[in-house]
């Protein structure tokens, strides 16, 4: 079965810090693997996207990396702050019947207090 | 929110009535998507649009109703046959459906309460 999960479910941290995101996923056949953000009560926007040759992917203070081998992927927040308080969501795509489907996480919901 | 406008933002309704959550792109893209969001769970496809007057179900369409008649719009209606409606909704669109490196572009999304 397709999954993406996600680790850890919540988390807080104080402003400044750094943080790591967890996402493995069982998908097949693996087409690309997506982060995006979600404020709260908000629609996602995408972050960084990443195929299989691919294995880190920058923008500003995110860097995501791609295990493809052990189907994991890491989303890295650097100098974090307040603004990040956010879900940040792992989707990844995979084909099926000629066709582009998307598996979503559940998400890790991110405190950062000041 | 990149060209993508829903409303309303929140929606409360009777049980038993049905309800559409409108949903715009300014973008010209190709395709447009409904997903469901609860608590807990990853988004969910409800029903997703290729192309205009065409449009599939996704993994989760039993409850709900769709179409597609001009490019820029896909509403949602939301049927008394759907058995737990209170959700939050999202739209997205996406250029050329099919190719694998597309970005969806989600809306602000509809928070919907059914009493």
């Known amino acids: 079965k397709n999954q993406v999960e996600q680790s850890p479910q919540s988390l807080i941290i104080l402003e400044g810090k750094n943080c790591t995101l967890q996402c493995n996923y069982t998908v097949s056949p693996f087409s690309n693997l997506r982060w995006y953000k979600q404020d709260t009560g908000r629609g996602p926007v995408s972050l960084t996207i990443m195929t299989f040759s691919e294995n880190t992917k920058s923008n500003g203070r995110y860097t995501a990396t791609l295990d493809a081998d052990t189907k994991q992927s890491s989303l890295h927040i650097t100098a974090s702050q307040l603004s990040d308080s956010a879900s940040y969501i792992c989707?990844?795509?995979?084909?099926?019947?000629?066709?582009?489907?998307?598996?979503f996480g559940t998400g890790t919901r991110l405190k950062v207090l000041a | 929110d990149g060209g993508i406008t829903q409303s309303p933002k929140y929606l409360f309704r009777k049980e038993g009535q049905n309800v559409t959550l409108s949903c715009e792109q300014n973008l010209n893209h190709d395709a447009m998507y409904w997903y469901r969001q609860d608590p807990g769970q990853g988004l969910r496809l409800i029903y997703y649009s290729q192309i205009v007057n065409d449009f599939q179900k996704g993994d989760i369409a039993e409850g709900y109703s769709v179409s597609r008649e001009k490019k820029e719009s896909f509403p949602l209606t939301v049927t008394s046959a759907q058995k737990n409606p209170t959700a939050f909704y999202l739209c997205a669109s996406s250029i050329r459906p099919g190719t694998p490196l597309i970005e969806q572009y989600f809306g602000p999304g509809t928070r919907l309460t059914v009493t």
């Open positions: 989707v990844v795509s995979f084909t099926t019947s000629g066709t582009y489907k998307y598996i």
